[in-house]
C-alpha cells in the first residue's frame, strides 16, 4: 500500500466550480500537511502549508486535514482558468530533515 | 533572487555521455533535495543533503549518479555514462530546517 493515495484525474470543471481535491494517506504520524501546485513544464510551488488537523483558508483556496480518517482536501472556490494545473499532497512527519512523501498528483483543468 | 535556481533549464546530450546540473538553495536552507520527473510521472526522491552530508542517498538509481554539495550551499548532481532513460526533469528543492520545501524551475534533460 502507498503511503499517500491520489487520484490522478484528469479532472476537469467549468470555471466558477468548487473545486475538492483529495488525497489518503496510511502514517499516522504524519502531522505537516502541504500542498502543491504545478503547472506545465514547471517546478511545483507551494500552494498550502498546514500543521495538524483543521482547516486554513488562503483566498479561494481552503486546506482541510481529518487526521483521524488519514484524509486531506484542497478545495478551491470560484475556480479560474489559470487553476488549471496537476495538485500535488504532501502529507509528511516532519517538514525537513528526511525524504518527503507526494501524492502522485490531480491534473486540474478549468475550462472557461 | 529569492527563490531556488538550476542551471542549465534545459540539456540536451548524446547517449553515454556525463552531465553535471547545478542547483543554487534559498540563501540559508540547511536541507537540500533532489528529485526526478518522468514525462507525466510523480515526482521520485533523488538524494537529500542536510548541510553538506547525504544522510539520505537511496534514490540514485544506480552508480552512474551522484551528488555533491559544497559549503552548505550549492549543490551538484552528476549522470555518468547516460542512458536513454535518465531523460526527466531534475528537481531541486530546499528549504530551512524548520519549514516547508521550496522547489526551483527544474533542469529538462533529453538524452539522444
Known amino acids: 500500500q502507498k503511503e499517500v493515495e491520489q487520484d490522478p484525474g484528469p479532472l476537469s470543471v467549468p470555471e466558477g466550480a468548487i473545486v475538492s481535491l483529495n488525497c489518503t494517506y496510511s502514517?499516522?504520524?504524519?502531522?505537516?500537511f502541504m500542498w502543491y501546485r504545478q503547472y506545465s513544464r514547471k517546478g511545483p510551488e507551494l500552494l498550502m502549508y498546514?500543521?495538524?488537523?483543521g482547516n486554513k483558508e488562503d483566498g479561494r483556496f481552503t486546506a482541510q486535514v481529518d487526521k483521524s480518517s488519514k484524509y486531506i482536501s484542497l478545495f478551491i472556490r470560484d475556480s479560474q482558468p489559470s487553476d488549471s494545473a496537476t495538485y500535488l499532497c504532501a502529507p509528511n512527519v516532519e517538514t525537513s530533515g528526511s525524504r518527503l512523501t507526494f501524492g502522485e498528483g490531480t491534473q486540474l483543468t478549468v475550462n472557461p | 533572487g529569492a527563490g531556488v535556481s538550476q542551471s542549465p533549464s534545459n540539456k540536451v546530450t548524446e547517449k553515454g555521455k556525463d552531465v553535471e546540473l547545478r542547483c543554487d538553495p534559498i540563501s540559508g536552507h540547511t536541507a537540500l533535495y533532489w528529485y526526478r520527473q518522468s514525462l507525466g510521472q510523480g515526482l521520485e526522491f533523488l538524494i537529500y543533503f542536510q548541510g553538506n552530508s547525504a544522510p539520505d542517498k537511496s534514490g540514485l538509481p544506480s552508480d552512474r549518479f551522484s551528488a555533491e554539495r559544497t559549503g552548505g550551499s550549492v549543490s551538484t548532481l552528476t549522470i555518468q555514462r547516460t542512458q536513454q532513460e535518465d531523460s526527466a526533469v531534475y528537481l531541486c528543492a530546499s528549504s530551512h530546517w524548520s519549514g516547508p520545501s521550496f522547489f526551483g524551475p527544474g533542469t529538462r534533460l533529453t538524452v539522444l
Open positions: 502514517n499516522s504520524a504524519f502531522q505537516y
Open positions: 498546514t500543521y495538524s488537523s
